[in-house]
């Protein structure tokens, strides 16, 4: 079993950038991937960046170009970088751990917001 914790949201100018971190600890051996999604209010949960443990990364249309996912493996971390930050990006940001060999997330965080706020 993975626990996942996330930390770094808060609240953001347009324009601005923020780091979220996802901090990994039991099974973390076990871990094929990880990701970050997001959920706004009234709205269903959204893809927003993966990255698979050979090092491969890709990201939502949404965000390509502005996000970046990247990983700390000594620390078990995983990191969701934002720049530009737009109004849509207001969210609660989720991360997710795969343990299975289809790459299904399966362990999920409890989520930060980010508030996108002039």
């Known amino acids: 079993q993975v626990q996942l914790v996330e930390s770094g949201g808060g609240l953001v100018q347009p324009g601005g950038s923020l780091r979220l971190s996802c901090a990994a600890s039991g099974r973390t051996f076990s871990i094929t991937a990880t990701g970050w999604f997001r959920q706004a209010p009234g709205k269903e949960r959204e893809f927003v960046c993966r990255?698979?443990?050979?090092?491969?990364?890709y990201c939502g249309d949404s965000v390509k170009g502005r996000f970046t996912i990247s990983s700390d493996s000594a620390k078990n971390t995983v990191f969701l970088q934002m720049n530009n930050l737009k109004y849509e990006d207001t969210a609660v940001y989720s991360c997710a751990a795969s343990t299975t060999s289809g790459g299904n997330f399966n362990s999920w965080g409890q989520g930060t917001q980010v508030t996108v706020s002039s």
């Open positions: 990255l698979s443990w050979s090092g491969a990364s």
